[in-house]
């Protein structure tokens, strides 16, 4: 919104500085971080009064779980609504891939936030069918993926670029539809799944997120494409103000978040951002990036997605409990220690991936 004040500018001025992107990220940084920390308390205690019980705990969980019954859920609201404030605040609004991203992330929060609304009121562990969830989620998915092919140059539309091999893009035809809509749902459910210790799932994404960010800015900057190689995408670059509004409101969160929580994200936001994750990906051309950017997202997913085939095969289990950091919990891992390990892991995923940008 505050880019429109360049037009009052005679390029000697103030207003000159909002034409840069970065100086316009780092401000939506500070925006969505002090937002957070000035409704984040405000937030907590309404949600604490309007859910009584807070979060059902899962009967089958760490005993350790018990001790955190009462915690109200939904804080992934002051998240989205830092998000929001912020992106509108300093990004341009006539770029497609902004509006792209925040459709996702923003649907896919109304889905995690009706969920939420269920397991409170009912005060159980099962909210909306997992079948309606993951039907309105292909569907926006569908959208948002159509919408990116649209917005993209025509020799990228419906392709798939690879990391490392130079130059190298896979005509998908319609099938680029299906696989980004797999790449946006998958990427929520992921996170959504990793979310089950406090400050666990918050930091990678937001490591995950800014590591996207700077990708945006790089694919969406032609001289940086020349010089490493990668593929040329025009206005991904204002993704970056995205991707650093969602790192401020997600530090704004994790102040709140760390343990011992005074507040679950819930699914209102792991779904939306696990979305928002997926949907830079598609944007920017690098769905096989966020596979490694995110691994310890997948490696979650796969970990449930193992375990339960296994099961059904065998009756027996691989892990002592799925996700896997509940596994790791069960084998008397104290909980700090498991979420930390985890960051370092996210942190390290994301020099790899940004190193694909060089290693061409």
């Known amino acids: 919104m505050l880019y429109w004040l360049t037009e009052f500018s005679d390029g000697g001025d103030v207003f000159n500085l909002f034409r840069y992107i970065t100086f316009r990220a780092g401000m939506a940084f500070f925006t969505a971080l002090i937002f957070g920390f000035i409704f984040g308390l405000p937030l907590i205690n309404f949600l604490r009064r309007r859910q009584g019980k807070g979060q059902p705990i899962r009967s089958d969980g760490p005993q350790s779980h018990f001790a955190k019954a009462g915690t109200p859920t939904m804080g992934g609201l002051l998240i989205l609504s830092a998000l929001l ?14 509006w792209i991203v925040l459709g996702v992330t923003f649907s896919f929060g109304l889905i995690g936030f009706a969920d939420d609304y269920a397991k409170v009121t009912k005060q159980n562990t099962n909210g909306v069918s997992s079948k309606v969830r993951f039907t ?10 159509a919408a990116a092919a649209w917005a993209h140059p025509p020799a990228l539309s419906y392709t798939l670029a690879m990391p490392v091999f130079k130059n190298v893009l896979i005509d998908m035809g319609w099938f680029f539809i299906p696989f980004g809509m797999l790449v946006i749902v998958g990427s929520a459910n992921a996170v959504n799944l990793t979310d089950g210790l406090d400050g666990l799932a918050i930091m990678p994404v937001m490591i995950a997120a800014g590591t996207l960010g700077v990708i945006a800015y790089i694919v969406g900057n032609y001289n940086y494409t020349e010089y490493l190689g990668v593929h040329f995408v025009p206005g991904t670059g204002e993704l970056l103000i995205f991707s650093a509004a969602l790192f401020g409101g997600g530090l704004g969160f994790l102040w709140y978040n760390a343990p011992p929580a005074a507040v679950f994200m819930g699914d209102t936001g792991s779904l939306a951002l696990g979305g928002a994750l997926g949907a830079i990906a598609v944007c920017t051309k690098h769905e096989i990036v966020l596979a490694i950017v995110g691994g310890l997202f997948v490696v979650e997913a796969l970990s449930v997605i193992i375990q339960v085939l296994h099961f059904k095969r065998t009756g027996r289990r691989v892990f002592l409990m799925a996700p896997i950091h509940h596994h790791f919990e069960k084998k008397g891992w104290a909980e700090p220690q498991i979420v930390i390990r985890f960051w370092i892991i996210s942190l390290i995923l994301a020099l790899i991936g940004l190193a694909t940008l060089k290693l061409r």
């Open 85 to 98: 404030f912020s992106t509108l605040l300093w990004a341009r609004l006539d770029n497609p891939y902004v």
């Open 136 to 145: 309105l989620g292909l569907i926006i998915a569908a959208v948002a993926v």
